[in-house]
Each structure stands twice: as C-alpha cells, then as structure tokens.
T-cell receptor
Framework: GEDVEQSLFLSVREGDSSVINCTYT??????LYWYKQEPGAGLQLLTY?????DMKQDQRLTVLLNKKDKHLSLRIADTQTGDSAIYFC????????FGAGTTVTVRA | DTAVSQTPKYLVTQMGNDKSIKCEQN?????MYWYKQDSKKFLKIMFS???????INETVPNRFSPKSPDKAHLNLHINSLELGDSAVYFC?????????????FGSGTRLTVV
C-alpha cells in the first residue's frame, strides 16, 4: 500500500536472526500488525502490537515500534527454513493497509 | 472447521464471462472484506461489509459487485471479465470490537482470465 512501505527481499542464513522493517503513515492506528503468507496460502496473523507499546515479544518474534518515526520492525530469532515466506506489515482501523510484503528466503 | 472459506480455490475463465466467488466465515465476526492481490503480491482492499451493510467501496470498476446475504457470507460477482482482473482474491473477516485479533483471511481464489 502507498501508506505502508517495506523492503522487498531479505535473505538470511538458517539459525541467524531476521529483521524486517516497515514504515507507515497513519498515526491514528490503534494496532499494527505483522502477517505471514506462505506460497499458495492466505495471510496468517503472526503478531500485533498496541500503538502505545514500544516492544512486544512472543516466543521467537520481537516487534519494535517507534511511534515518533512511524517505524515498525519484526525480528525473528533463530530463523528456520519454515520461516521462508512473505511478511506483510499492516496498519489501519476500519480497513487495513498492507505494505508490499518482504520476501524472506532462508538459506542453509 | 475452516474459519474463513472461499470457493472456488481456482477459477480459469474466458474474457467477457461473468463469474462469482463465495466466502463464508464461522467466527461470528461482524465485518467482512474482499482484497485483491496482484502478481507483485500487492494487497488492496476492494470492499467491506459490516452486518450486511457496505461500509467501504474503494475505486473498483462497476463490473465488481459484492453481496452480503447475512453477516457470515460475502460474495463477489464479476461481470464481463477482463485480462487485468487476473489476480488472487482474498476474503477476510474481523470483529470491530476485537481489533487486536486483526483480520482472519481465507486461502484465496486464484482467478485467471484468458
């Protein structure tokens, strides 16, 4: 979406950490989201963060939010081959606007 | 027990035909959506219904007409199909009172117009 920007590709070695970055424009969003799309599948909600939080950790996933800079990031620790997918950042209230998606490729 | 189910999963049709895609959710959500994902994976909202009422209607050609017979169903009818309509169409649902759960998406309908 034109309101949400992400880098398009990320290649990471198995076992390393992945960091996917996103910038957004709508500061009124109550929640910001990360979705994962595997080939041929729909989007799966990975995690979300409330807009008044700086950080949220959920097992291998860490979300960082810099509200001043409108910057959101997703860190995946100990990246596995099953983490290969497209990751979408999303924001919005009545409708979600998605970034173009970051294709993460995990190499052995 | 699929939460959001779409049919068909694949649809190949000729230009000029009319086709429909159906969507059903069993999550008790009050809002449903249609998104279009193009070949570059870019997702764009087309329509949204809340309790059978159309609340979002983005700039979409009139050939696309959504219909929501009840809050668990949202169908998409497309008239006079064009080559540019080829895409993956995703249905999604959400609850307005539980935004922190985001949207639940169906697995998509891949439409190919030849």
């Amino acid at each position: 979406g034109e309101d949400v920007e992400q880098s398009l590709f990320l290649s990471v070695r198995e076992g390393d950490s992945s960091v996917i970055n996103c910038t957004y424009t709508d500061s009124s969003s109550t929640y910001l989201y990360w979705y994962k799309q595997e080939p041929g599948a729909g989007l799966q909600l990975l995690t979300y963060i409330f807009s008044n939080m700086d950080m949220k950790q959920d097992q291998r996933l860490t979300v960082l939010l810099n509200k001043k800079d409108k910057h959101l990031s997703l860190r995946i620790a100990d990246t596995q081959t099953g983490d290969s997918a497209i990751y979408f950042c999303a924001e919005g209230e009545d409708k979600l606007s998605f970034g173009a998606g970051t294709t993460v490729t995990v190499r052995a | 027990d699929t939460a959001v189910s779409q049919t068909p999963k694949y649809l190949v049709t000729q230009m000029g035909n009319d086709k429909s895609i159906k969507c059903e959710q069993n999550l008790g959500h009050d809002t449903m959506y249609w998104y279009k994902q193009d070949s570059k994976k870019f997702l764009k909202i087309m329509f949204s219904y809340n309790n059978k009422e159309l609340i979002i209607n983005e700039t979409v050609p009139n050939r696309f007409s959504p219909k929501s017979p009840d809050k668990a169903h949202l169908n998409l009818h497309i008239n006079s199909l064009e080559l540019g309509d080829s895409a993956v169409y995703f249905c999604a649902s959400s609850s307005r009172t539980a935004r922190n759960y985001g949207y639940t998406f169906g697995s998509g309908t891949r439409l190919t117009v030849v």
